[in-house]
Structure formats: structure tokens, C-alpha cells
């Protein structure tokens, strides 16, 4: 049987906050991704990509990361190697597959959208950790 949690009005401040917060850096980091000419969802994929360093990145690995269907990650890939922004690489190990690696264009560019990213988290860091942090007492009560 699931156990009712009592919450209070605090506790439902604190989840809007959290929601908030997270809300206007993704509205921010998407700004800026639209700045440097790109959609949010491609910034994201970009972002993706270079995070796993020499990782290999499947197109099925972009389609769960990112939360979208295996089609769509094929249509975003297209979009972001049209531009010049990524490439597709025959796995050596096996043909059939495909690895996704950014272009060197495509690394300058994440790398400025993230730069700009970060700077904003070092400045909304601090409410951030501080609405995390209190969201958290309201899961300890239980």
C-alpha cells in the first residue's frame, strides 16, 4: 500500500521553485543555443556528443538521451550534418553502425553555447544548490 505524504504549502513552494529554476536556465540555455544559430534540441544533441568525449555515440544513444524516437534522432542528425555540425562514421567493428562525431565547427560552437551556459549556472549555482537543498527536506520527512 502507498503511504500518503502530507504535503505542506512550503513543500509545494519549493517544488514550484525547482521547477522554476529549472525552467529559466533550459529558457537561457536555449536562447543562446538560438544566438549561435541553433535549436535547443540540437544544442542539446551537440552537447550530448561532445560529452562522451571519444565514447562511441549511436544514433539509438542520441534517441534515448535526448528522449525522442529513434526517427527523430535520424531527422535531427541530418539536420546537424547538413550544416556542417556533425558527421556519421561507419563503426569499423561492424558497418552497419553508425557513430556520430561532431565536426570541428560543431565543437566550436557547443563549446561557445556552453561557455555561455556555464557562466550562467556559476551565477544562478548558488539558488540552485539552495532550492535543491530544501526540496530535499521535504522527501526526508518521510
Do not use: C
Not at 68 to 95: F, K
Not at 106 to 134: M, T
Request: no cysteine.
Amino acid at each position: 500500500m502507498t503511504r500518503k505524504i502530507s504535503l505542506r504549502t512550503a513543500d509545494y513552494a519549493r517544488l514550484a521553485a525547482f521547477r522554476y529554476a529549472l525552467r529559466s536556465f533550459l529558457h537561457f540555455s536555449e536562447a543562446a543555443a538560438s544566438r549561435a544559430g541553433l535549436t535547443g534540441q540540437q544544442y542539446q544533441a551537440m552537447l550530448y556528443v561532445r560529452s562522451r568525449g571519444e565514447a562511441p555515440v549511436s544514433i539509438n544513444d542520441l534517441a534515448t538521451e535526448l528522449l525522442i524516437r529513434h526517427n527523430s534522432a535520424v531527422g535531427l542528425t541530418d539536420r546537424l550534418v547538413t550544416q556542417g555540425l556533425m558527421v556519421r562514421e561507419r563503426a569499423v567493428e561492424d558497418r552497419r553502425r553508425v557513430r556520430l562525431a561532431l565536426t570541428a565547427r560543431g565543437e566550436l560552437l557547443v563549446g561557445q553555447v556552453a561557455n555561455v551556459s556555464r557562466r550562467k549556472l556559476k551565477q544562478a549555482g548558488p539558488d540552485i544548490h539552495r532550492v535543491v537543498g530544501e526540496l530535499a527536506s521535504v522527501w526526508e520527512r518521510d
